[in-house]
């Protein structure tokens, strides 16, 4: 029998109603929600771990790296077959795509939450955790990164985001799909992942800013991340990576001050790519030194370019990790 970590992180899935404020709050320990997981001994043997009992806003970078560290010292053990982490919904595939970035092992890790708390009719919870468990046991699991599993599907950590507010199956990979189903307490998987960057750091750079473009935008919020030293610019451009004249203006003189920008479409889906040649269309945006980020949000290339920042900061470089 498989020996699993479990390594709880707070979120949703510890939350219950506070009477006295009338919201969840942080309460349940990971003991008390495995209690829930009835007959859960029969398919693995658990070990509880507690990193932290953090709300999903409160997860900071410097966060994730603390707990990619932890995370790594216990895949490390032989004992342990795999790794379970419970986290708040909100930052969940933040986290889950930094630790995908900076976990070098072949062992499972899977990271999971929920979207109600203890006190509401329908606590997914302890559905997720055993679902999680029962992937991560799972031989095909092996050599896949990280995987985020809850409402019965299993999504790499580099495709999946959310997309609802409320609903339980709102962790979706809008581009590529699920990758597997967890069906009768078994992890079924449908496909390989499609890529999987690994990068060692020790140390992270935080001095990474996301900038949402908009119709008319022009170069303020750029000029303001130049002025306060950032070491790195997201843009959720336009459609198929396309800047408002005045924005480009911007984008220019932030890599003329050897900042890294990186961009990727505000769209729900789809690529950037280099299509149109007029002003702050992507070509000319390709030729002023701008790095494509390809499918995704840009709340993952704001993590995958404080990484690389930690990594290097040759620009070539960088490009190479985000557009090879």
Known sequence: MK??????NGGTITMKVDERIKAAV????????????????????????????????????????????????VLDRKEIDGVVITHGTDTLEETAYFLDLTIKSHKPVVVTGSMRNSSELGYDGPAN????????????ANNRGVLVVLNGEVNCASEVTKTNTMSLDTFKSPEFGPIGIVDNNEALFFRNRINRHN????????????????AGMDTKFIDYCIEKGSRGI?????????L?????????????KGIAVVMVSRCFEGRVLATYGYEGGGKELKDMGV?????????????????????TDNIEDIRKIFEK
């Open 291 to 311: 790095i494509f980020g390809e499918y995704l949000p840009g709340q993952k290339a704001r993590i995958k370019l404080m990484i690389a920042l930690s990594y």
């Open 129 to 140: 955790l055993s679902a999680s468990i029962c992937t991560a046991i799972a031989d095909e």
């Open 26 to 73: 942080p309460t349940l320990s990971g003991e008390e929600i495995v209690a829930m997981i009835t007959g859960i001994e029969e398919f693995a043997k658990i070990e509880i771990d507690t990193f932290s009992n953090l709300p999903g806003p409160h997860i900071t970078p410097e966060k994730m790296l603390e707990l990619s560290k932890y995370v790594q010292k």
């Open 199 to 214: 990068i060692e750091i020790r140390s992270l750079e935080t001095r990474v800013e996301l900038i949402k473009c908009a």
């Open 234 to 242: 997201v843009i959720e451009a336009l459609g198929r990576g396309n």
């Open 244 to 256: 408002p004249p005045q924005m480009a203006k911007g984008v220019k003189g932030a890599i003329d």
């Open 3 to 8: 020996k699993i970590a479990l390594i709880f």
